[in-house]
């Protein structure tokens, strides 16, 4: 079973910047420990949004229109942790943002602009953003 654990949000000032961090561990199915990590967020009376993705290899990534130019997704040197640095909040980004893993041949080499909802299998807890204006 593989584990997904994110931290890092917290309440700041509309133009701040937070860092959040996702960890993914475990056995999985696949002989290849490496996952594809997605960033989702959901605000209350929303739907959960799909907002940014980085492929196993790190090579590929994705954002919605919306955190372009704001948001960075990365995995550091080891490839264990994947971050979220978020630059220029503003107050709609508030919600409690999901860190979510998928692995397996089915997403090996799938770039980072289609990787779907459902392609992830193991979800984080959730780590609470709130941007005030």
């Known amino acids: 079973q593989v584990q997904v654990v994110e931290s890092g949000g917290g309440l700041v000032q509309a133009g701040d910047s937070l860092r959040l961090s996702c960890t993914a561990s475990?056995?999985?199915?696949?002989?290849?420990?490496?996952?594809?990590i997605g960033w989702f967020r959901q605000a209350p009376g929303r739907e959960r949004e799909f907002v940014a993705a980085i492929s196993w290899s790190g090579g590929s990534t994705f954002y919605v229109d919306s955190v372009k130019g704001r948001f960075t997704i990365s995995r550091d040197n080891a490839g264990n942790t994947v971050y979220l640095t978020m630059n220029g909040l503003k107050p709609e980004d508030t919600a409690v943002y999901y860190c979510a893993a998928a692995w397996g041949t089915s997403v090996a080499g799938t770039p980072a602009r289609d990787l779907k909802e459902t392609d992830f299998g193991s979800w984080g807890q959730g780590t609470q953003v709130t941007v005030s204006s």
């Open positions: 475990g056995r999985t199915s696949s002989r290849f420990n490496r996952y594809a």
